[in-house]
């Protein structure tokens, strides 16, 4: 999951297999949240985002599920591949304009 | 296509000196973002401009100047630089405002300050 500091929480996982990455968000008025995947080196690169009025969306071996009940989101990667290989960081958006909140990131690992 | 393009991708400035980062996109955007971001951290925003002709300051504006020169460009400025400010900093503009649609982001300028 994620945390907000210095340690940056690290998800080691078989190729081939599922990921699962998750984040606690902090405002219960959020109701925007996207994902988004930092290679190294390079800035982030928008996966998907879901609406407050969404439990679950669905895109290319990628699906993101809200629980609004207890703030939690999560990123689920099907089939992973190495280059999946990266830090992904969950936001939201609290309405303050402009200002999304970003989690400090998850590093996913791909073992062979 | 080449996205958003940030210039220079590694600067080593002395505590003291001043610099600007430039950053400019080719998508027809009307928002763009400044953010930094430090080891084991989030994105955190300094400055955006909604549209031309607009900026306000984000999370952590102190130290920072902005211009949005036209629709295309959008540069920061760091008037005095201080170590504090060694950090990796990322360009990003989006269509509408972040809050309901996704930024793309610039390659990032690596700056430290010694």
């Known amino acids: 999951g994620e945390s907000v500091g210095l340690h940056l929480p690290t998800l080691s996982v078989q190729e081939g297999d599922n990921s699962i990455i998750n984040c606690a968000y902090s405002?219960?008025?959020?109701?925007?949240f996207i994902w988004y995947k930092q290679e190294s080196g390079k800035g982030p690169q928008f996966i998907i985002d879901i609406r407050s009025n969404m439990d679950k969306r669905q895109g290319q071996r990628v699906t993101v599920l809200l629980n609004k009940t207890v703030k939690h989101l999560s990123l689920q990667i099907a089939a992973t591949q190495p280059g999946d290989s990266a830090v992904y960081f969950c936001?939201?958006?609290?309405?303050?304009?402009?200002?999304?909140?970003w989690g400090a990131g998850t590093k996913l690992i791909i073992k062979p | 296509n080449a996205g958003v393009t940030q210039t220079p991708k590694f600067q080593v400035l002395k505590t003291g000196q001043s610099m600007t980062l430039q950053c400019a996109q080719d998508?027809?955007?009307?928002?763009m973002y400044w953010y930094r971001q430090d080891p084991g951290m989030g994105l955190r925003l300094i400055y955006y401009s909604a549209s031309e002709g607009t900026t306000d300051k984000g999370e952590v504006p102190n130290g920072y100047n902005v211009s949005r020169l036209n629709k295309r460009e959008f540069s920061l400025r760091l008037e005095s630089a201080a170590p504090s400010q060694t950090s990796v900093y990322f360009c990003a503009s989006s269509k509408r405002r972040t809050g309901n649609t996704e930024a793309f982001f610039g390659q990032g300028t690596r700056l430290t300050v010694v």
């Open positions: 998508m027809n955007h009307n928002s």
């Open positions: 936001a939201e958006d609290p309405k303050s304009n402009y200002q999304l909140i």
């Open positions: 405002n219960s008025a959020s109701d925007y």
